[in-house]
């Protein structure tokens, strides 16, 4: 029997999100993506096939080389002023197959902060 990778496992339950969720116009998909060496959230309307903003530690200032708490808790905090600058409010949360704990928590509660709901 073939043994079943990590990484094959999470894009598995990663398809099986997609296939429940969808971005709009007034309420987009805010997705998630973790390296072992940066964080990265964008926030997607699937109707137009757009990415209205996104955020990751690659851009300066965010201090990439860990894929880290903290680092999650700077990317979702940049990621929902960008998006209340572009006047959305109302997003979809997608975790992309990961474990909501730890960095995908930290991330979706400094996103809520700043003001975004979902």
């Known amino acids: 029997m073939a043994v079943t990778k990590?990484?094959?496992i999470r894009q598995r339950i990663h398809k099986r999100i997609r296939r429940k969720l969808s971005g709009t116009a007034e309420r987009p998909r805010l997705t998630v993506y973790f390296s072992n060496t940066n964080v990265y959230a964008q926030i997607i309307d699937?109707?137009?096939g757009k990415t209205i903003v996104s955020a990751s530690t690659k851009e300066k200032g965010y201090g990439a080389g860990k894929a880290n708490i903290e680092h999650a808790t700077k990317v979702g905090a940049a990621v929902?002023?960008?998006a209340i600058a572009k006047n959305v409010s109302q997003v979809v949360f997608d975790r992309?197959?990961?474990n909501y704990h730890g960095k995908v928590k930290a991330l979706a509660d400094a996103a809520r902060e700043k003001g975004l709901k979902f």
């Open 6 to 8: 990590r990484k094959e």
């Open 80 to 82: 929902a002023e960008r």
């Open 96 to 98: 992309s197959g990961f």
């Open 46 to 48: 699937d109707e137009a």
